[in-house]
């Protein structure tokens, strides 16, 4: 009977829309929405009498270490500024440990732009290195010489499209590697001076007319301390 009862046609029960009265406020809340807001709702009365209790119950003479090391700014509560969370020491290691990083992603750099540089040795259909051959007699210079003018037969048929595309493409990874090593040498050398001047001894910036040849860059000259 079950299974003839499921083969009757039923009627489709559709949701009640909103009426057309209430058209301006929108969709007609339906009751699985209702219990969705109303836990929401009651979760957050629950979270405020929690707050209300330990509030009331609070001790007044309670201590807790973000008192002192926070403030209060317009009802909220910051942290105070920590200027001076690092020594001096601490500081030169971290600086030091930094030059170290920014020196050795320099030397990979170049490194790599050798590496590319022996690579690519032909440009435009010539090869950048020159071959010294020696013979012993006429005979092997002749075969050399064929040898050489073959050779230069070949380059001069044109390099082929796959090969000059790849070589296209590492000419420019090679452009790119040394603009990137320009900027890390200019970032290692501001970094060692900042490191040299957080050194002890005293010294002062010298001006353009005291420098012999100003290039836009900060010039510092140290005091010469006598040596014990």
């Not at 009365?45 to 007044?60: E, G, M, S, V, Y």
């Not at 040394?178 to 010294?203: C, I, P, T, W």
Request: hydrophobic fraction near 25%.
């Amino acid at each position: 009977m079950s299974s003839l009862r499921n083969c009757v046609p039923r009627p489709a029960h559709k949701e009640r829309s909103q009426p057309q009265a209430r058209k301006k406020f929108g969709l007609l809340e339906k009751h699985k929405d209702y219990v969705i807001r109303a836990k929401a709702y009651h979760k957050k009365q629950d979270t405020l009498k929690i707050l209300r209790q330990k509030a009331a119950f609070k001790n007044p003479d309670e201590f807790n270490f973000k008192m002192i090391n926070s403030k209060t700014d317009r009802g909220n509560h910051r942290p105070k500024d920590e200027v001076n969370k690092y020594s001096a020491e601490e500081l030169m290691i971290m600086k030091t440990q930094d030059i170290g990083y920014v020196f050795q992603k320099l030397q990979s750099e170049k490194n790599k732009i050798d590496k590319l540089t022996s690579s690519l040795q032909c440009t435009e259909g010539q090869s950048s290195r020159r071959h010294v051959y020696y013979a012993e007699d006429r005979e092997e210079a002749r075969e050399l010489e064929s040898e050489c003018r073959s050779r230069s037969d070949i380059y001069a048929r044109g390099t082929p499209k796959d090969i000059q595309k790849k070589m296209d493409r590492s000419y420019r990874d090679l452009e790119a590697r040394k603009s990137r090593a320009n900027n890390l040498e200019k970032l290692y050398a501001d970094m060692s001076m900042q490191k040299e001047l957080q050194k002890k001894g005293r010294k002062r910036k010298l001006r353009e007319d005291e420098i012999l040849n100003p290039n836009g860059k900060p010039v510092y000259k140290w005091r010469a301390d006598r040596k014990r």
